[in-house]
């Protein structure tokens, strides 16, 4: 397993008791955890886990640092379970119970071929981070080709794949692009991207919480609504809880699920996670999923582009923070 927060409450305790019983029966266990994310999660926490556990709480800044800051540096976002190479599980959900009971999440459950590609994510973090004796053996995957493929960034290798996957998708789009992701901060490329798109008659909305978690994220990304009105791209608020999904689907037939947001952190520092998925029946499903989220959502109109003046000096006043959010 590989995640980035895992609270020590009634939800993070009891993934420790199944980890435990688990390697009470036999199974090989690795866990990947974020330092920098659990801070305030005593380690005493974590050494509930068995002895028999393999645990790496993967630091922010490594003793390398100074050979290659990009490349040592970085927080593990991805949030990832592979069981016996059969199932697999990836989105944005963390551990805890906040997350469990009161934020609006995705995650997709993969059984089969799929499970290979999140399966070999996991274990090159892990691999980097240890000597060959220590190391995950590597399996064959099942089958050549699966509807299920994988983009993970690794800092430490300088590999940043999901951007590239998103602009890809943004520039064949044909008909709609539907976008929920709770923080969005787009470089301006993929704004760009986006905004052509509609230029050329492209249905695109963009879903963000009406309130995340991160007040400093939401400014940001308010800084970006005015000029994606103004281009025909529709900016959808969701008031019913914090919504931290990130998905993504293009013309019925292309979708993403994942880790990753929309903002630099996620797609040129952090270790992410996301699958991309072709396939017109899942497709419809996540766009089943963005309509029934659109209902608890507000849509921006001419009334934004009205607010106070004060408030549009603010969003300026923040514009040099957004390379690096």
Same mark, same amino acid.
């Given at each position: ?18 980890? +435990? ?12 955890? =974020? ?6 999660? !005593? ?19 490594? /003793?390398?640092? &100074? ?8 927080? +593990? ?6 069981? =016996? ?8 959900? +963390? ?6 009971? @009161? ?12 499970? &290979? ?13 240890? !000597? ?7 399996? !064959?995957?099942?089958? &050549? ?33 539907? %976008? ?5 901060? !787009? #470089?301006?490329? %993929? ?11 492209? #249905? ?9 978690? @991160? ?48 903002? /630099?952190?996620?797609?040129?520092? +952090?270790? $992410?996670?996301?699958? $991309?998925?072709?396939?017109? =029946? ?9 309509? *029934?989220? *659109? ?8 009334? &934004?582009? =009205? ?5 549009? %000096?603010?969003?300026?006043? %923040? ?7």
């Amino acid at each position: 397993m590989e995640t980035f927060i895992w609270k020590n409450d009634e939800a993070g305790q009891r993934f420790i008791d199944a980890f +435990n019983a688990a390697a009470a029966r036999g199974v090989d266990i690795h866990l990947i955890y =974020d330092g920098f994310a659990n801070l305030t999660v !005593p380690t005493a926490f974590y050494r509930q886990l068995s002895a028999r556990i393999h645990v790496l709480r993967l630091p922010t800044v490594a /003793r390398s640092f &100074w050979k290659g800051p990009l490349r040592h540096s970085g927080f +593990n976002h991805s949030k990832i379970l592979v069981i =016996d190479d059969e199932v697999a599980f990836i989105g944005g959900f +963390n551990i805890g119970s906040l997350y469990a009971r @009161h934020w609006r999440d995705t995650h997709l459950r993969s059984i089969g071929p799929g499970a &290979w590609g999140l399966r070999q994510t996991v274990a090159r973090v892990w691999n980097d981070f240890h !000597p060959a004796s220590e190391q995950i053996g590597w399996v !064959p995957p099942t089958e &050549w080709e699966s509807k299920l493929r994988v983009s993970a960034n690794l800092p430490i290798q300088l590999v940043y794949p999901i951007r590239a996957m998103y602009l890809n998708a943004f520039v064949r789009a044909r008909k709609r692009i539907w %976008l929920t992701t709770p923080y969005f901060i !787009p #470089d301006r490329q %993929l704004l760009r991207s986006l905004i052509e798109a509609a230029e050329r008659g492209v #249905d695109v909305r963009v879903m963000v919480p009406q309130e995340s978690n @991160h007040i400093l994220g939401d400014w940001l990304s308010r800084g970006f609504f005015e000029e994606m009105i103004n281009s025909d791209v529709t900016v959808l608020l969701y008031t019913a809880s914090m919504i931290h999904s990130k998905v993504a689907t293009v013309d019925g037939e292309w979708s993403t699920v994942g880790t990753a947001n929309i903002d /630099r952190l996620s797609l040129s520092f +952090n270790y $992410e996670t996301n699958v $991309e998925v072709i396939d017109e =029946d899942f497709a419809a499903e996540i766009e089943k999923v963005f309509d *029934s989220d *659109s209902a608890d959502c507000i849509e921006l109109g001419a009334e &934004w582009l =009205d607010r106070h003046r004060l408030t549009k %000096l603010a969003e300026r006043a %923040l514009v040099p923070m957004r390379p690096w959010l």
